[in-house]
Structures are given as C-alpha cells and as structure tokens.
C-alpha cells in the first residue's frame, strides 16, 4: 500500500498546477465521444483511448485502501504529458513486491498495438506470462537476467512470420520487427505512465523462450518485457550529441 501511495506522490509532484489542464482534456474527450455517437468510427476509436472502466476501478479501490479523501477517482488518475513519459521512462531491472493489475496489463497491449505496422496487419502477438515455472524458463533462456523471476509479470513481444508474409522477405526480415518494436515502446511508455516499471530484455536465446511458451514455429519471440512495482530509481543513462547524430539533406561526418 505504501508503494501505492509513494507512486500517487511521485506523480502528482509538482503537477498539480496542470492536473485542471489535463482533466479538461478528459472532459472534452467525453463531450467529444458523447457528441459523436452516431458516427460509429470516430466513437470506437476514441473509447479505445479512454482508460478502461475496470483500470479506474483499480485506482479507485487504491485511493480508498489509504483513505485518501481530497482526490475523487477521476483526479486520481496518473496523467503525465507525453514528453515527460518519454523522457522520465527508465529500463527498471527490480522490483518491489506487488502486482500489476490485469487491466494495466491488457489495456497497456490495447496501446500496444495502436502503434503503426506495415500494411496494418498488425503481425504481433503477445503472450502474458505470470507463473513461475515459466518465467524461471525465461530467465534461463534470457542468459539467467532476474527480471523475468523478479517481477509478477512478463510480456514476450513476439513477431507473427505468417501474418506478414505477403512481404516477403523485406516483410520477416524488417518489417517486423520494427512492427514489434514500435508496440514494445508504446507499452513501455504506457506502463511508466501508470507508475510501474519495466525492462525490454531483447538478450536471450530465442529457441529456449519458444520452447518455454510453445511456440509455433512461425512465431518468433522478440523482447521479454518485465512488468513490476519499480525497486529501483535509475539515472538517465548518458546520450550522444543530438547534432552528432543529426544529419542535414545528405550524410555529414
Ligand atoms: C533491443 C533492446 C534490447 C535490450 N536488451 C536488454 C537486455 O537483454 N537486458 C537488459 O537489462 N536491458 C536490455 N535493454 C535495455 C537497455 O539496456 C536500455 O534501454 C538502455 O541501457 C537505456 O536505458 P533506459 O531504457 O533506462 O533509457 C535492451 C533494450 C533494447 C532496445
């Protein structure tokens, strides 16, 4: 409870000033969904960016649990822009006890795979993992990391080969995994956003996590993801020289 409470803190530090910005973004949202009924795309595609009922009530249960009376449910839920998620997101290798909720996970893959594939054929699987035998299989094929056995819960991003076929090999040989690759960053960024933490465990030997979760063999395992309450607070790792990677009209040394 107290990780609860320390994760609401952290937060909600110095945003309160812009928590009435963004729960006017929320009620727009509303008004917007509620306005549009009749025009059935635009509704469905808006109530996918709604967080799901079974997340508030999550929340809601939590604010309750520490009887934290001056937050409603509605101010009580995370919001972080999204420069601050980009930027504040850290690969989190330890984990405190606790449990991810369902609903952080399942609406987490929703986000997921709103991220962009090739030809929209959204060629990725994600298989959740949260028994033990089977993340002790993980870890051993993800040449004995602990994240797979430290935290509650693993998600292994997986491409779809037969989903992305009529590619050919441009389709199995990068399409795909930059598919994969862009719903692992949408969940990674979603996840910090819900104050958890995770890590992309991409060193592993891919026949032992196949055999671990019984893959077809058209399925190819990409990226354990880790999912857990943070036990750790990295620093920011060091970047590059934006104007040494950034190159104008042509390349430039
Ligand atoms: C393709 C890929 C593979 C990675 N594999 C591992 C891994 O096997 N184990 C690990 O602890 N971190 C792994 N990472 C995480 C990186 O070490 C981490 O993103 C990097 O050090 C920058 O730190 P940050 O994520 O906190 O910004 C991987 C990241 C990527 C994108």
């Known amino acids: 409870m107290l990780s609860d409470l320390a994760r609401q803190i952290i937060l909600f530090s110095s945003r ?12 727009d949202l509303r008004t917007f969904s509620a306005s549009s009924e ?22 809601t249960a939590s604010v309750k649990a520490l009887s934290v009376n001056f937050l409603s449910a509605e101010d009580y839920l995370p919001v972080m822009d999204i420069e601050s998620c980009m930027l504040g ?16 996970i399942r609406f ?12 929209n054929l959204q060629a990725r699987e994600f298989i959740v993992v949260t028994e033990e035998s089977v993340k002790k299989a993980l870890s051993e094929a993800a040449l004995g990391q602990e994240g797979p056995i430290a935290a509650p819960v693993c998600v292994v991003f997986c491409a779809n080969l037969e989903r992305i076929e009529s590619y050919g090999r441009r389709g199995s040989d990068l399409y795909v995994l930059q ?19 995770a890590v992309w465990i991409g060193a592993f030997n891919e026949s032992g996590v196949s055999r671990a979760l019984r893959l077809p063999h058209y399925i190819r395992p990409l990226a354990i993801v880790p999912v857990g309450i943070p036990g750790e607070v990295p620093s920011p790792p060091s970047k590059r020289p934006l104007d040494e990677m950034v190159h104008r009209e042509t390349w430039s040394d």
Not at 43 to 56: A, D, G, K, L, Q
Not at 189 to 197: A, D, E, K, N, T
């Open 89 to 104: 997101r850290r690969s989190i290798r330890a984990y405190r006890h606790g449990d991810v909720p369902d609903a952080v």
């Open 38 to 59: 009749s025009e059935n795309s635009r509704t469905n595609s808006i109530s996918h960016f709604t967080r799901p009922e079974s997340v508030r009530e999550h929340l």
């Open 179 to 197: 598919d994969v690759a862009a719903s692992i960053e949408n969940f990674l960024l979603y996840i910090h956003s819900q104050g958890f933490g």
């Open 108 to 119: 987490g893959l929703e986000l997921a795979n709103a991220a962009p594939s090739a030809g």
């Open 16 to 27: 309160s000033a812009e928590i009435q910005s963004s729960l006017s973004w929320l009620t």
